[in-house]
């Protein structure tokens, strides 16, 4: 036997506990390191998911406060107030269709007066509501008909829609027909908005918005320092300013 593996003239003596003790911190050194590659992507995902919603509800706020100056030449400087008056009025035009132009709304012991879009609510679901597609059957109902063609000295005929009738100067309806099509429709969830949009995450502070004469209409975070939590003992939630939309154009883009 080769006399390196020999200690004073020995074999050494195998020990098991030692190879069970390195397999134990070999194994343990394993998941330290996958915990490390983990748990600091869990916190980035998590950062980012608020600074989504942050970033959101900015935009919710500036689409109300645009409906809201659309109808009263003004903007709201309370972001809550303004989601509470836009969703009333769209809520109003619901229940009454009569409900647009020149009207008065009370709320919260206060009136308010407003020059109210017709059909508010289909243009207020339209820009909030959660829009789908379902492949339906559509119906259509084709007329024949014929147009004087002043070029070719003669008449042309036509196939035109039932909703493009009244657009064509046509001189004779030759006939009618129904043919059914397929077609992708869109619909629209029903959303309401909620004071919650007017709150920035995880602090109990409303959304800034700034205007002036001089100055677009601005939606501000209102964090100005850099949040921060504890997170897996190890690492940290970290949080700071989401920027800002002014005039429509947001400062992330």
């Known amino acids: 036997m080769n006399e390196k593996f020999l200690v004073n003239g020995a074999i050494?003596?195998?020990?098991?506990g030692l190879g069970r003790f390195l397999n134990i911190v070999a194994f343990v050194l394993m998941a330290?390191?996958?915990?490390?590659?983990?748990?600091?992507?869990?916190?980035?995902?998590?950062?980012?998911?608020?600074?989504?919603?942050?970033?959101?509800?900015m935009s919710i706020i500036y689409k109300v406060e645009d409906f809201y100056h659309k109808m009263s030449d003004n903007y709201n400087e309370d972001p809550e107030m303004a989601i509470k008056i836009v969703s009333a009025l769209r809520d109003s035009t619901v229940a009454d269709s009569n409900f647009h132009g020149k009207?008065?709304?009370?709320l919260d012991g206060k009136t308010?007066?407003?020059?109210?879009?017709?059909?508010?609510?289909?243009?207020?679901?339209?820009?909030?509501?959660?829009?789908y597609s379902l492949k339906d059957t559509v119906i259509d109902t084709l007329y024949r008909v014929t147009r004087w063609n002043e070029s070719l000295r003669g008449f042309d005929t036509l196939s035109v829609s039932s909703t493009a009738l009244s657009s064509v100067d046509a001189d004779t309806v030759l006939g009618m027909e129904t043919v059914a099509r397929p077609a992708t429709l869109t619909y629209y969830n029903q959303y309401y908005l909620t004071s919650e949009f007017a709150y920035r995450p995880l602090i109990d502070k409303k959304y800034i918005v700034?205007?002036?004469?001089?100055?677009?209409?601005?939606?501000k975070d209102p964090i100005d320092?850099?949040?921060?939590?504890p997170r897996y003992v190890f690492f940290s939630f970290q949080d700071s300013?989401?920027?800002?939309?002014?005039?429509g154009e947001p400062s992330w883009k």
Do not use: C
Not at 12 to 16: A, L, Q, S
């Open 103 to 106: 009207q008065l709304l009370n």
């Open 112 to 131: 308010y007066e407003f020059d109210v879009m017709k059909d508010l609510f289909k243009s207020f679901d339209t820009t909030f509501a959660i829009s």
């Open 210 to 219: 700034e205007f002036s004469d001089e100055e677009p209409i601005t939606i």
């Open 32 to 57: 330290v390191l996958i915990l490390v590659i983990i748990l600091p992507t869990l916190v980035w995902e998590e950062e980012e998911a608020i600074q989504n919603l942050s970033r959101k509800r």
């Open 225 to 229: 320092f850099t949040y921060e939590e």
């Open 241 to 247: 300013s989401h920027g800002f939309i002014r005039n």
């Open 12 to 16: 050494p003596e195998y020990k098991p």
